[in-house]
């Protein structure tokens, strides 16, 4: 993994007592990588994270680990909404929705995989999420091309496992909204969110086809398969 060093000065102390425990992936969003860079590193603006990765899979170390940077914004995920405290935050060079959202390449991705890999062997990470997973209502990235899957094979974060009993439980959530709600609140959604959004980004996270092909699911419906899909990441988290 090739590393670079920015200064970045956008940053500041974690709140009291907190210790980073998610891994929190974004992309940039933007058209060019040296506009992202600029703006995630210089004081005024008020946005930072702790590491950008080029497509070329070049890794800026932007802000210090055991610092708070400013890349989740008004976020929460189980219970916590201090987002910033408890997460290292990884921008990923991507133009995103806006500017034309494209596959992550290879060499980008697997420079994510070896970052994440680092960052938990030196903390205790519960969680590797994306920024839509913590802000449903306002934040779509890294999106439904991010290669979870990938990731997951190499020990970066968990997606489900599943087996019969799962599709027998969904069955019976897919017909009940307000139970369906619930496990989505137990997982670690914002419970005051609409619920249309998180199963839209859960569904960007866990169950991407969704979006890649259209036909298999509806985007924001708590369909059977999605509620599957919830119904077994609960049921491996309580391993
Ligand atoms: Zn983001």
């Known amino acids: 993994m090739f590393l670079k060093r920015v200064k970045a000065r956008n940053y500041e102390e974690r709140a009291k007592g907190k210790l980073p425990y998610i891994i929190l992936l974004h992309y940039t969003g933007m058209e060019t990588m040296e506009e992202a860079k600029e703006r995630l590193s210089e004081p005024e603006n008020e946005v930072s994270a702790h590491y950008l990765i080029d497509e070329d899979g070049t890794v800026y170390d932007l802000v210090p680990e055991d610092k708070r940077a400013w890349h989740a914004g008004v976020s929460y995920w189980k219970r916590e909404s201090d987002i910033n405290s408890v997460s290292i935050g990884i921008e990923i ?33 519960k969680y590797v999420l994306g920024h839509s997973d913590v802000a449903p209502e306002r934040k779509v990235d890294p999106g439904e091309l991010m ?6 094979y ?33 997982f670690g959604y914002n419970p005051m ?27 924001g419906e708590a369909c059977e398969e999605t509620m599957a899909r919830l119904v077994a990441l609960v049921r491996q988290s309580k391993k």
Not at 147 to 152: F, G, I, K, S, V
Not at 156 to 170: S, W
Not at 193 to 198: M, P, T, Y
Request: glycine content about 6%.
């Open 93 to 125: 060079v991507n133009p995103g929705h806006e500017f034309g959202y494209c596959a992550f390449p290879e060499e980008q991705i697997y420079a994510v995989k070896c970052l994440c890999q680092e960052i938990q062997s030196r903390h205790d990470i």
């Open 147 to 152: 290669d979870w899957q990938y990731l997951t």
């Open 154 to 186: 190499e020990g970066v974060g968990v997606l489900p496992d599943l087996i019969p009993e799962d599709y027998e439980k969904a069955r019976e959530l897919a017909r009940n909204d307000f139970e369906a709600k619930k496990m989505f609140d137990a």
């Open 193 to 219: 969110a609409a619920h249309i959004d998180v199963v839209t980004a859960f569904q960007r996270h866990y169950y991407p086809q969704v979006f890649l092909k259209g036909e298999e699911g509806k985007s």
